[in-house]
């Protein structure tokens, strides 16, 4: 008789080996989790704190009336980084989550009426791109060339190897300048495509993981790279179930979470990091501690108590950090088929809009919108007959622009419905049946985001690799840093990545 399998476990899964060591992982966002799952994989008996009632991070959800509304992200790309976390044990990803696929990946819209689908369908984007400009048909294909090119060296070699020293910068180099690493994504992509409106679509993607197009390395071309090969895809039931399933599997390798109690300090004696004590009183040591919080946070407050803590922290908060987000959910009658599961809503304006919100810390009259309708794909986030959205727009983070967005908050909330009722919804207020937004504020309060960024160091060459904060501390030895703050940087495929590398660093320094 066949033994009858745990769900999730396949013929030949295999129970973590205890190591004997353990170690927590501060923050259950998706670096966290995927670190702390490569961590009891390997036999490390692992303990995950997380803050909040929810794990998840930037990816936390909320349930009204029905409709649920992932806070984010929304794009899943390199789904096989995901599945990686499952097979280390012989595990099926499928069996805890179902991914679908998103098609096409992004439709952008201009004011004058103009749209183009971009998707990995090369008969159908070529044709696209002929609609706007002939020209750039060819140009286009020698972008995706460059965008491969940059995607072996800038990802598939060093997306998962931690830059520790200035040495492993200077090996990495050769590459990096072969590439023009140098250049920003836009002035690359206007190296071969001559519509701006082309030069638009090909380079928002950096938006994403909190870079400005104008500023950010063009090693960020890579992102062309993995969508194309890896496709777009979406969690059946949200983002939200990707993370439970995340929550599932560690749980099924007997990790151990704790909910609800934030981490106020790490004790340190010496050079090492000691015990972790939450607010409730709990306290514990481990042989290792790793930090998945915002990194700034985790310097000023969790190592606060120690003299590293303190100089690194105030050293980190003069970087330059990634712009805040102002996010409106809403929940509406009616089903859409004809508005794809992502939009984006150009604005007048690109290059002035950028630098308003990265450089001058204003909030300008005009926006652009990137339109999220996960109901398209999923019908399940909502009701029957009704949609769930959610519009996004960059703003400049709390360090830049120190307004009161309790007032501010209603008055750009409408003034986004507004625009998205003139170009796609023009009944949207009559319609709406649940919304609310989600502000810078409220990025630093429930994230402890260092000035409400929402993708945390920016993504410039100068703050990339080497320059980006370690994955392991240079002082305390024994403390390691995991998300969008370390390398590589912001985005699923980036913190997945870095808990990779921060897991290798972890699992050889334990095992001395």
């Known amino acids: 008789m066949t033994p009858t399998l745990a769900p999730g476990t396949t013929a030949a899964a295999l129970p973590p080996v205890p190591t004997g060591r353990t170690a927590c992982v501060i923050g259950a966002g998706f670096g966290g989790l995927a670190l702390a799952i490569r961590l009891q994989s390997a036999g490390v008996a692992t303990t995950l704190v997380e803050a909040r009632d929810k794990p998840g991070g930037r990816a936390y959800f ?121 250049r920003s994504v836009y002035s690359m992509v206007s190296h071969f495509i001559e519509d701006e409106r082309l030069r638009q679509a090909m380079s928002f993607h950096t938006l994403l993981v909190g870079g400005n197009p104008m500023t950010a390395s063009a090693i960020y071309a890579l992102i062309h790279k993995l969508e194309k090969d890896g496709g777009v895809w979406w969690a059946k039931g949200g983002t939200n179930r990707l993370v439970a399933a995340m929550v599932t599997h560690f749980e099924r390798l007997g990790g151990a979470v704790r909910l609800g109690d934030a981490v106020v300090r790490v004790h340190t004696f010496g050079c090492r990091a000691s015990e972790v004590e939450t607010l409730s009183g709990w306290k514990q040591r481990f042989d290792a501690v790793a930090s998945n919080a915002d990194i700034v946070h985790s310097y000023k407050a969790l190592l606060g108590g120690s003299r590293r803590g303190a100089q690194y922290g105030a050293k980190l908060a003069r970087k330059r950090f990634s712009p805040s987000l102002f996010v409106v959910h809403f929940g509406i009658e ?179």
């Open 62 to 182: 909320w349930e009204q009336g029905g409709f649920t509304f992932d806070a984010g992200p929304t794009v899943i790309t390199d789904p096989a980084c995901l599945r990686e976390l499952w097979s280390l044990t012989g595990h099926d990803m499928a069996a805890d989550v179902e991914l679908m696929p998103v098609f096409p990946f992004y439709r952008l819209a201009w004011p004058d009426g103009t749209q183009f689908d971009y998707s990995n369908d090369e008969r159908a984007l070529g044709a696209g791109i002929a609609r706007l400009n002939p020209i750039d048909v060819d140009g286009y294909a020698r972008f995706l060339a460059y965008s491969a090119e940059v995607y072996r060296e800038g990802y598939v070699k060093l997306g998962h190897v931690p830059f520790l020293d200035f040495a492993s910068m200077v090996k990495a180099a050769p590459a990096l300048i072969g590439n023009r690493a140098w």
């Open 334 to 512: 009616g089903t859409w088929p004809g508005i794809p599961h992502h939009t984006i809503l150009f604005g007048p304006r690109y290059r002035g809009l950028l630098a308003d919100i990265y450089d001058h810390g204003v909030l300008p009259e005009d926006f652009s919108i990137y339109l999220h309708h996960p109901t398209v794909t999923d019908p399940s986030m909502a009701p029957e007959g009704k949609s769930t959205f959610y519009a996004l727009v960059p703003v400049a983070h709390l360090g830049k622009l120190a307004i009161d967005w309790t007032q501010m908050g209603r008055v750009l909330e409408k003034r986004i419905l507004d625009e998205i009722g003139r170009r796609l919804i023009p009944d949207i207020h009559s319609r709406i049946v649940t919304k609310f937004h989600y502000t810078p504020r409220d990025f630093a309060s429930d994230l402890n985001a260092h000035v409400g960024s929402a993708f945390s160091l920016e993504p410039i060459l100068t703050q990339s690799a080497w320059f980006r904060a370690h994955n392991r501390d240079d002082a305390i030895s024994n403390f390691y840093l995991v998300g969008a703050g370390t390398h590589p940087g912001a985005g699923i495929p980036g913190v997945v990545g870095s808990a990779k590398a921060t897991a290798g660093l972890m699992l050889e320094d334990l095992a001395k």
